[in-house]
C-alpha cells in the first residue's frame, strides 16, 4: 500500500531512517567501547590509578552518549508519531466515514423506535379520550 509521496514526505522520511541509524549505532558503538574499557585491555605508560580515572570518566561519558542517542530515539519515536498523525489523512477519513455511517444507522433505528412509540401514544391516548367521553361516570 505505498502510494507515491510528495519530495518533502519523501525526504523527511529518509532523514528519520538516517535519524534512526546514526542513533542505534551511536549507542552500539559507545557500549562495546564501555565493555572494553571494563575489561581494562588498554595499557599505557600511565600509572594504575591515573588510569583507571581516565577509564572512569570515558566510561561515564560513553555512558551519557548512550543517554544522548535513548533521548534522541524517544524524539524520533515522537516525531515519526506526529509524522502518521499528520500525514494518514486516507485511513482517518475511513474511520470518519465508518463512524458516521454507523452513527446514521444508529439514529435511523432510534427514530423508528420513537416514532413507533409515539403512534402507540397517541392509539393510546385517543383510546383513553374516547372512552373518557363515553363513559358514564363522567
Do not use: W
Amino acid at each position: 500500500m505505498h502510494r507515491s509521496l510528495p519530495q518533502n514526505k519523501e525526504a523527511l522520511l529518509k532523514s528519520y531512517t538516517t535519524r534512526l541509524k546514526e542513533d542505534v549505532k551511536s549507542m552500539l558503538e559507545n557500549f562495546e567501547e564501555i565493555i572494553k574499557l571494563a575489561k581494562g585491555e588498554n595499557e599505557s605508560q600511565l600509572n594504575r590509578m591515573t588510569q583507571i580515572e581516565q577509564d572512569t570518566f570515558e566510561m561515564q561519558v560513553r555512558a551519557a552518549n548512550i543517554v544522548r542517542a535513548g533521548e534522541s530515539l524517544m524524539k524520533l519515536v515522537s516525531d515519526i508519531k506526529q509524522y502518521l498523525i499528520l500525514n494518514d489523512f486516507p485511513s482517518v477519513n475511513e474511520a470518519i466515514t465508518q463512524n458516521s455511517k454507523l452513527f446514521r444507522t444508529k439514529q435511523q433505528e432510534c427514530d423508528q423506535k420513537l416514532m413507533s412509540l409515539r403512534d402507540d401514544i397517541a392509539a393510546d391516548l385517543y383510546d383513553l379520550e374516547d372512552e373518557y367521553f363515553t363513559s358514564i361516570y363522567k
